[in-house]
């Protein structure tokens, strides 16, 4: 899955790390709602070039991961800054 690697130059594989770091950060810097949202971008800098179609759970289910989700940053930042700004389409 990684062949590509192989043959790289040296050089080839600096900007193949910056470029999956930025990506990386820009990931890692998301903040408010945008941590809820599907992440195609992080996704497309793998070499391998699929659209993977993601399972959707239904609402309830839904709703649940994402009460834990929010809880698991309760419990995980709790020095985390708090917001209450409401989502805006």
């Keep these: 899955m990684d062949d590509d690697l192989q043959s790289m130059t040296r050089e080839q594989l600096i900007a193949e790390a910056i470029r999956l770091r930025n990506g990386i950060r820009s990931h890692r810097d998301s ?3 945008d941590l809820c949202w599907h992440h195609p971008d992080l996704w497309s800098l793998l070499p391998e070039k699929t659209d993977p179609v993601p399972v959707v759970p239904e609402w309830p289910q839904f ?3 994402c009460v834990r989700y929010r809880q698991s940053l309760d419990e ?3 020095s985390f800054s708090r917001s209450r700004q409401e989502y805006e389409d």
């Design 76 to 78: 995980q930042g709790r």
């Design 31 to 33: 903040s408010g709602h």
């Design 63 to 65: 709703l649940r991961g």
